[in-house]
């Protein structure tokens, strides 16, 4: 039975790609980037990728944020630019080249993005307290 009480959800489905994509967004700009979930709530729901400022819920109830630093394992430091071409600039046998850093740079931010495991669990906060739900992967 459909819901505008979270409480009714049991567990929520989530792309790896939603995960990584809201998680590197709100890491690299000044945006809140989330996963929402909307009502109406029942035990299986799906989140998606959300700017939380990019305008309100229409319906009855309140969206479910999920910010993507709680629902991963751990979030490594993020590479930058200049972090790649020390790196770079460092290796022994290895000639500074600006394709060479774009592309050892693409390659961090593909390994920075690998790293990334999801919970198996997630407490929301809601009006009758903390709610424990299963998260699960799409994909």
């Known amino acids: 039975m459909a819901s505008d009480d979270p409480t009714a959800i049991r567990s929520i489905a989530i792309t790896r790609e939603d995960i990584v ?9 000044p945006r809140t980037v989330v996963l929402r ?3 109406p ?17 229409v319906g009855e109830g ?5 910010d993507p630093r709680d629902i991963v394992a751990e979030v490594p430091p993020y590479p930058k630019p200049e972090e790649t071409e020390d790196e770079l600039r460092a290796a022994d046998g290895v000639e500074y080249t ?8 693409v390659e961090a931010v593909e390994e ?17 307290g903390p709610h424990a739900v299963e998260l699960k992967r799409l994909g």
């Open 37 to 39: 979930v909307t009502p």
């Open 21 to 29: 994509a809201a998680l590197e967004a709100t890491l690299r700009s």
């Open 62 to 66: 309140d969206p479910v944020h999920l």
């Open 98 to 105: 600006p394709d060479r850093h774009r592309d050892r740079h």
């Open 112 to 128: 920075w993005r690998s790293a990334i495991t999801m919970l198996d669990r997630v407490t929301l906060e809601t009006e009758d």
């Open 41 to 57: 709530f029942s035990g299986r729901m799906r989140a998606r990728v959300h700017e939380s400022d990019a305008g309100e819920f």
